[in-house]
């Protein structure tokens, strides 16, 4: 079942397209790798498939439905954002951050609720960070801010997740470790669309590469169908030598 | 955390602020014990009774002469330190102070104005209420000569409505009379209740009041602000609504504020940072422990400002004296997580 559809987006920033007639379809269980150079229109795109800007042509769907004719609240319901982490000017506690994944469902009129203490205290435990439940959220190292944010999109439970660079600025061991909980998200059904820089994380986790280049999408397949040598040299304009080996590809610098 | 826990310094403020209140209502030239107190109270309640000739004087000078200066501090200290906090929050900064978006120099050149037109008191503090109001409207009309108005632009735009009011203000107090008219000016920016208008406060005093309720049960409105734009609209947070009527009914209550005390600086920047020390920065425990302890902190420097000498001092000099001291003995606390 499709769940969101982009269909025939186009964005300009005065004379300058950013995006050039993208149509993609992203369904249950689908966990997808964005990639594209810097500039090549990433970012927007994920922020009109979110609703946080308008196309200036095509349209964005949610379950059939246009997005622009949607209010907020039903948009955040169906689709979380994670945005790349960021120290809010406030020293809000880790469990206040991922509490407000709630705010779709029960609104700013209302105050914590027990439902909500409860998937705050369950979504902390699946992320392993159930500890800094009561520490300020400013003292977190990058990666755990990480994973603080992608908390509060489990905890908004909406059935797709859309993630802004979620492996930058993670250590080695952290980057392993997300992109094994983005595979087991996908499949428990929730549709991951995640943007990087990293083309081997795309083959090693993700089920579908989408590739944007110059504002145009070029590519939409299986990962070891899109993201070959050929593509690196198009893409970021740098040689490398392919190894395919066991199912595994590896890429090399010449 | 149990409730009793989250709850407690919130019940300890109120509490505190009570107490507070009673003794402004004993203290001042005329003491007042608290047990003389506590029967007038009683007997006006009618259960206990005092003679006559007593409870007329001491209705006079609690009641009457006391009651309306106590009941302004305490609304317009609740009011510039709600405000205080509500800014800082909408606005994601925790230097920022209710002045902002030029609310204070409108209230002011409005003042000035009623001042050399001659107006009754209370037709001072409305004229000034309304150009405070305006003052913002200009920031914000600078603000949104641009598509969809971010922060920063809205605070250029109240730089410049502050900087267009400062000036008008300028050119009111060369045109006032030096003899008659600009020691009235220069004393109404200073801040002072001593002046409180009973009337002015049975008109200002309820929409004040419900304001500031309204302004401490939007917490978790201001916690979602506090995020980033794009995070508070992926999380259904209607974010230039809430923050366009957050921006009005705080404008309004420091306009208020304004009309009732004229200039009391300090609180709305230093109060919102102690009840960060007690409560954290989660605004639906902070906007009422800040408004409490305004209330509080305004009463006291306004005991101060009546008692330590013959003449009254004016508690604009109380409150910044204070206030700048007490900042920096809690800058040290307050900057984790900021600077």
């Known amino acids: 079942m499709k769940r969101l559809q982009a269909r025939q987006l186009s964005y300009r920033i005065g004379d300058r397209v950013i995006l050039d007639n993208v149509s993609l379809d992203i369904a249950a269980g689908d966990n997808i790798a ?36 949607m209010k907020r609240r039903a948009v955040a319901r169906q689709v979380a954002y994670v945005p790349q982490s960021h120290v809010p000017s406030f020293p809000f506690s880790v469990a206040h951050i991922v509490g407000q994944g709630r705010l779709p469902t029960v609104g700013l009129g209302h105050a914590p609720s027990c439902d909500e203490i409860t998937s705050v205290q369950q979504a902390l435990t699946e992320l392993g960070i159930l500890h800094l439940s009561d520490r300020p959220y400013t003292e977190l190292s990058g990666g755990e801010r990480q994973r603080v944010l992608i908390a509060r999109a489990m905890v908004q439970r909406a059935n797709t997740i859309i993630l802004d660079e979620p492996v930058t600025g993670l250590d080695y061991g952290h980057q392993l470790r997300l992109l094994a909980l983005l595979k087991r998200l996908a499949a428990e059904g929730i549709s ?45 304009q740098v040689a490398v030598e392919q190894i395919d080996t066991d199912g595994h590809r590896f890429f090399i610098p010449c | 955390m149990s409730p009793s826990k989250l709850y407690s310094p919130l019940l300890l403020s109120l509490l505190a602020l009570i107490m507070t209140t009673v003794c402004a209502l004993s203290l001042g030239r005329y003491q007042i014990s608290i047990h003389e107190f506590s029967t007038f109270i009683a007997t006006m309640v009618g259960l206990s009774d005092m003679p006559a000739q007593r409870y007329d004087l001491l209705h006079s000078l609690i009641i009457e002469s006391r009651l309306p200066r106590v009941i302004a501090a305490v609304l317009v200290g609740a009011g510039l330190s709600v405000s205080g906090a509500a800014y800082q929050g909408v606005f994601r900064n925790p230097l920022v102070s209710p002045g902002l978006l030029g609310v204070l120099s409108g209230c002011a050149f409005g003042a000035a104005l009623g001042i050399i037109g001659h107006l009754p008191p209370l037709a001072v503090a409305l004229v000034a209420c309304v150009t405070g109001l305006i003052a913002v409207a200009v920031g914000l009309g600078i603000a949104h000569m641009f598509e969809s108005p971010s922060i920063l632009l809205l605070v250029l735009g109240g730089i410049v409505a502050n900087a267009l009011f400062t000036s008008l203000l300028s050119i009111a107090q060369y045109m006032a009379d030096p003899v008659d008219q600009l020691p009235s000016i220069v004393y109404w920016l200073l801040g002072s209740l001593s002046a409180v208008d009973v009337q002015a406060l049975w008109i200002i005093g309820p929409t004040l009041a419900m304001a500031i309720l309204l302004l401490c049960l939007t917490g978790r409105a201001i916690d979602a602000l506090s995020l980033s734009d794009d995070e508070a609209l992926s999380l259904g947070v209607p974010v230039e609504k809430i923050r366009g009527g957050l921006i009005v009914l705080t404008t309004l209550i420091c306009a208020l504020t304004v009309s009732l005390a004229g200039m009391v600086g300090w609180i709305g920047l230093l109060i919102p940072h102690l009840a960060r020390l007690l409560v954290g920065p989660g605004n639906t425990r902070l906007l009422p422990l800040s408004a409490c302890l305004g209330g509080i902190f305004l009463l006291a420097a306004d005991g101060v400002a009546r008692s330590v000498s013959a003449g009254e001092i004016p508690l604009g000099i109380i409150t910044e004296l204070f206030g700048a001291i007490a900042f920096v003995l809690v800058l040290h606390r307050v900057r984790k997580g900021w600077l």
Do not use: C, F, W
């Not at chain 1, 990433?42 to 308008?54: C, E, H, P, Y």
């Not at chain 1, 669309?193 to 939409?220: C, F, K, M, Q, W």
């Open chain 1, 34 to 69: 964005l990639l594209g150079a810097n500039g090549a229109g990433k970012s927007t795109l994920m922020r009109l498939l979110l609703g946080l800007q308008t196309p200036h042509s095509g349209e964005v769907l949610i379950d059939g439905q246009p997005i622009r004719s």
């Open chain 1, 192 to 236: 991951i669309l995640s943007s990087t820089h990293r083309p081997e994380h795309a083959l090693a986790s993700a089920n579908r590469v989408l590739v944007l280049h110059e504002g145009r999408l070029i590519a939409d397949g299986a990962p070891h169908d899109v993201v070959d040598s050929a593509l690196m040299a198009r893409l970021y």
